[in-house]
T-cell receptor, first 113, second 113 residues
Framework: DAGVIQSPRHEVTEMGQEVTLRCKPI?????LFWYRQTMMRGLELLIY??????IDDSGMPEDRFSAKMPNASFSTLKIQPSEPRDSAVYFC???WGTGQPQHFGDGTRLSIL | AQSVTQLGSHVSVSEGALVLLRCNYS??????LFWYVQYPNQGLQLLLK??????LVKGINGFEAEFKKSETSFHLTKPSAHMSDAAEYFC???????????FGDGTTLTVKP
């Protein structure tokens, strides 16, 4: 079975550039989560969707961050403009129902220079 | 507000020895508690969860955890460590089974041959 698929796995870009992270959840899952992991702050929930609708985006750091889920099989997390402090590993996760995520992708390691 | 404290950022055991990873939580409402495992360069995987009912919860890979309300603890154990258990383990608490949860800082488990 295909798990949660994230792309790209690695992204290095210069500050000020737009960054788009992509996620394909497990087929049939109707909840999708975006997390950020850093050494300083650990694992933080940015936003989660249920049935393609954002339920809680209180973890989104600021207006530079936006997330969309246009359909059940695809989501994006966009940072515009990017800053060095956005450097982190970003995880997407999905699950069936409204429970905690069971399946995480392997993450996108983002470096903003 | 909720919080999680994982005692010991690094735990080392010998292969075949008992694994004990400690987690204490703070919650103003009955908590939902979770343990996740993260292998290098991978996303998190749900090991087990406590929502309601039986306080001893069995998970995957031979792990189990016991919810002790009086001690506000949810320690993770495994009777006999295997080399493949070497990973980082995260405890998390939520005030319900859905959506936002607070993660601990993680405990890195090393298994010595």
């Amino acid at each position: 079975d295909a798990g949660v698929i994230q792309s790209p796995r690695h992204e290095v870009t210069e500050m000020g550039q737009e960054v788009t992270l992509r996620c394909k959840p497990i087929s049939g899952h109707n909840s999708l989560f975006w997390y950020r992991q850093t050494m300083m702050r650990g694992l933080e929930l940015l936003i989660y969707f249920n049935n393609n609708v954002p339920i809680d985006d209180s973890g989104m750091p600021e207006d530079r961050f936006s997330a969309k889920m246009p359909n059940a099989s695809f989501s994006t997390l966009k940072i515009q403009p990017s800053e060095p402090r956005d450097s982190a590993v970003y995880f997407c996760a999905s699950t069936w129902g409204t429970g905690q995520p069971q399946h995480f992708g392997d993450g996108t390691r983002l470096s903003i220079l | 507000a909720q919080s999680v404290t994982q005692l010991g950022s690094h735990v080392s055991v010998s292969e075949g020895a008992l694994v004990l990873l400690r987690c204490n939580y703070s919650s103003s409402v009955p908590p939902y508690l979770f343990w996740y495992v993260q292998y290098p360069n991978q996303g998190l995987q749900l090991l087990l969860k406590y929502t309601t009912g039986a306080t001893l919860v069995k998970g995957i890979n031979g792990f189990e955890a016991e919810f002790k309300k009086s001690e506000t603890s949810f320690h993770l154990t495994k009777p006999s460590a295997h080399m493949s258990d070497a990973a980082e383990y995260f405890c998390a608490v939520s005030d319900h089974d859905a959506g936002k949860s607070t993660f601990g800082d993680g405990t890195t488990l090393t298994v010595k041959p």
